[in-house]
């Protein structure tokens, strides 16, 4: 039986419901926070996380336009739209090699990433803190579930 399947028929406690808000209540706060710094900096929240998503990617994987669809969670066309408007401002530009396309960071595309990372970093540090609680106490839950079993 798959993992997730035992998982679904565990009695869910309380304490699951709070930790798992709990989490989620950090995750979306730092999430809002990028989001918002993005707009600060003249950046679509998407073009944000296409930059990081280049810049990101295993040293193995290619950035074409499938793999940063995958990263993004947004389909081809989408992505294809975001970089169309990426490669307009300038911060990124795309190179063909027969029937893939691949995308790169432009000089001026890595000198806003670095400096919205910058500012994500340091409120990463700031939150952190409870995001790790928060997915502990997930984990602690799940612990002992399978412990009693």
Do not use: W
Not at 33 to 40: E, N
Not at 58 to 67: A, C, F, H, N
Not at 81 to 86: D, G, K, M, T
């Amino acid at each position: 039986m798959p993992k997730q399947a035992r998982l679904t028929k565990r009695t869910v406690k309380d304490s699951d419901y709070r930790a798992l808000a709990e989490f989620r209540y950090h995750i979306q706060g730092y999430l809002d926070f990028s989001d918002q710094a993005a707009k600060a900096a003249s950046l679509e929240p998407k073009q944000y996380q296409l930059l990081l998503a280049i810049k990101g990617l295993p040293e193995d994987v290619k950035p074409t336009i499938g793999v940063l669809a995958e990263r993004l969670h947004i389909r081809h066309n989408s992505t294809v739209e975001l970089v169309n408007r990426a490669e307009a401002n300038k911060l990124v530009e795309r190179t063909r090699s027969g029937s893939c396309v691949f995308v790169r960071l432009t000089k001026q595309g890595q000198r806003v990433l670095a400096r919205a990372v910058q500012e994500r970093l340091e409120q990463l540090h700031i939150a952190g803190p409870s995001l790790v609680n928060a997915l502990q106490q997930l984990n602690s839950n799940q612990t002992s579930k399978r412990k009693k079993k």
